[in-house]
């Protein structure tokens, strides 16, 4: 079967680092997408990543390796505001997306 | 109206009973989508349409119908809705006509309880 794996919360300090790991096993590999959703609000997108390495977009990066199944995406400078679920999701040989079940990240001041 | 737009945000529902939930983009996106998000669970896929006039069945299909007449009308309808569907269901958009990974973009969501 299908499978996104990813913490179900973390909690951080604002100012600070954290890094959010997804860990996918799917029927083909098409790229894989980070979105982040505030409580009762639409998920957004963040980043996609296809090819192996380190995709960098102002405070937020993204990394991938396909050979272990594997990414993160990286937080720096924390700010309450990004007090957050993010989403792992991953493009199969359908060209579905498979959706983790998203990361609760708590910023603490 | 910019983007997608949902409607209703929220519906109390009595089993039994049919509901239509709409879905407009008006961003001549080919392809469209409708989800359900329920709590400790990912975003699961109810059924597609990569472009009008065709549909596509998703992960969790049973008990939703949908169809695709226009490009930019994208209505998921419960013939007789159970409990066991309340639920927040997105609706979401991508450019591409299915066959290439594109970017979806949502709604903002309808929150619907079966009672």
């Known amino acids: 079967g299908q499978n996104i794996d990813q913490p179900t919360e973390m909690t951080a300090t604002e100012g600070a680092i954290v890094q959010i790991n997804c860990t996918y096993q799917?029927?083909?590999?098409?790229?894989l997408f980070w979105y982040q959703q505030h409580a009762g609000e639409a998920p957004t997108f963040l980043s996609y990543?296809?090819l192996d390495g380190l995709e960098e977009k102002g405070r937020f990066s993204s990394f991938l390796s396909r050979s272990k199944g594997y990414s993160y995406l990286l937080l720096k400078e924390l700010q309450m505001k990004d007090s957050a679920s993010y989403l792992c999701?991953?493009?199969?040989?359908?060209?579905?997306?498979?959706w983790g079940a998203g990361t609760k990240l708590i910023i603490k001041p | 109206i910019a983007g997608i737009t949902q409607a209703p945000t929220s519906q109390i529902l009595a089993a039994g009973r049919r509901m239509t939930l709409r879905c407009t983009q008006d961003?001549?996106?080919?392809?469209m989508y409708w989800y359900r998000q329920d709590l400790g669970l990912g975003l699961r896929l109810i059924h597609y349409?990569?472009?009008?006039?065709?549909?596509g069945k998703g992960e969790v299909p049973d008990g939703y119908s949908v169809s695709r007449a226009n490009t930019d009308d994208f209505p998921l309808t419960l013939a007789s809705a159970v409990p066991s569907q309340t639920s927040v269901y997105f609706c979401?958009?991508?450019?591409?006509?299915?066959?290439?990974?594109?970017?979806?973009?949502f709604g903002p969501g309808t929150r619907l309880t079966v009672l």
């Open positions: 799917t029927s083909g590999f098409n790229g």
């Open positions: 979401a958009s991508s450019e591409g006509s299915g066959g290439s990974t594109d970017t979806q973009y």
């Open positions: 990543n296809v």
């Open positions: 961003m001549r996106h080919n392809a």
């Open positions: 999701a991953v493009s199969d040989s359908n060209y579905q997306l498979i």
């Open positions: 349409s990569n472009t009008a006039g065709t549909t």
